[in-house]
């Protein structure tokens, strides 16, 4: 019955994201001064995808529970910034997002103005490199970002970008704990991560073919 409940909230989580695509961040939210016209959707990725590139949680700018108060300078900081970024990509690079938070910040919140000593000034001679050999299997399918059990065949990771305003969003979602159901291998623990976040969800049943009745994807009354 488990699996009821968590169909049955995806599909509420559906009905009510479509709905609310329509609405704006500044309609949705009580201080938008940056990202007027952003689908209210899209905050929260977008604030997940700055948190993930300064590699800080989200009360390094906000007052818990009140982001909508301006009473931490960082906050105030990145607004600056993201007017700078939309402004570097806007005059520089055709309105495409190659400047994005982490070209700079690197997963910190204070960037390194300093290149290192001794990169790039010297290597030992070395022979001269022979011709590229063919990808293997397993490149290939490195580049479709899906990872499997080399021993089950079974797959075990799944790598995915979003685009968010600022930049790509990675997203892995990480699945184990095989079991049979009715011949078909289901993994019963999946974890999601993306940069600074982690969630999962462990799985007690799942049936297959359950009949569904349809009023049940109705959205709720208010
Ligand atoms: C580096 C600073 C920074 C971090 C970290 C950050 N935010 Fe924000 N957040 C902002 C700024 C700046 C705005 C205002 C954007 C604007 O003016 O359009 C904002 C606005 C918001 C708003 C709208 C509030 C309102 O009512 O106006 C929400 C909600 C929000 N952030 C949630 C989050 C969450 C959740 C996280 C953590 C995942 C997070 N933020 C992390 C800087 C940050
Ligand atoms: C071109 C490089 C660059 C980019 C891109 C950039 N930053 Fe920064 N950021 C800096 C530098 C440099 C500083 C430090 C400024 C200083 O020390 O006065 C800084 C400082 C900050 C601070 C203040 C940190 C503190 O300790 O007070 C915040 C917050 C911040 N950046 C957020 C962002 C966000 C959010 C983005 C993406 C929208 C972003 N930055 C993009 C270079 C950048």
Redesign the pocket.
């Given at each position: 019955m488990r699996l009821f409940a968590f169909i049955l909230i995806v599909a509420v989580i559906a009905v009510s994201t479509s709905r609310a695509q329509q609405q704006t961040a500044e309609q949705r939210f009580k201080n938008i001064q940056i990202f007027k016209g952003l689908p209210a959707t899209q905050l929260e990725p977008t604030m997940a995808f700055?948190s993930g590139?300064?590699g800080?949680r989200c009360n390094?700018?906000h007052v818990a529970n009140q982001f909508d108060k301006d009473e931490k300078?960082?906050?105030l900081?990145?607004r600056?910034?993201?007017q700078?970024?939309f402004n570097?990509n806007k005059g520089n690079f055709n309105g495409q997002g190659a400047?994005?938070?982490?070209?700079?910040?690197r997963g910190k919140?204070?960037?390194v103005?300093v290149p290192l000593v001794g990169q790039n000034l010297w290597a030992p001679s070395s022979p001269s490199p022979s011709p590229a050999p063919l990808p293997s299997v397993k490149q290939i399918l490195d580049r479709y970002e899906l990872f499997f059990d080399v021993r089950t065949g079974l797959l075990v990771r799944r790598y995915t970008e979003s685009e968010t305003l600022?930049g790509k969003l990675p997203l892995q979602t990480d699945y184990e704990d095989y079991r049979d159901v009715g011949g078909i291998k289901q993994p019963f623990l999946i974890h999601w991560s993306m940069p600074g976040r982690t969630w999962g969800r462990k799985i007690d049943e799942i049936k297959q073919n359950v009949p569904l009745d349809d009023t049940k994807f109705n959205p709720p009354q208010k």
């Open positions: 700055i590139s300064l800080v390094y700018c300078p960082t906050k900081a990145a600056r910034m993201i700078m970024v570097i400047v994005s938070c982490y070209t700079c910040h919140p204070a960037p103005s600022l």
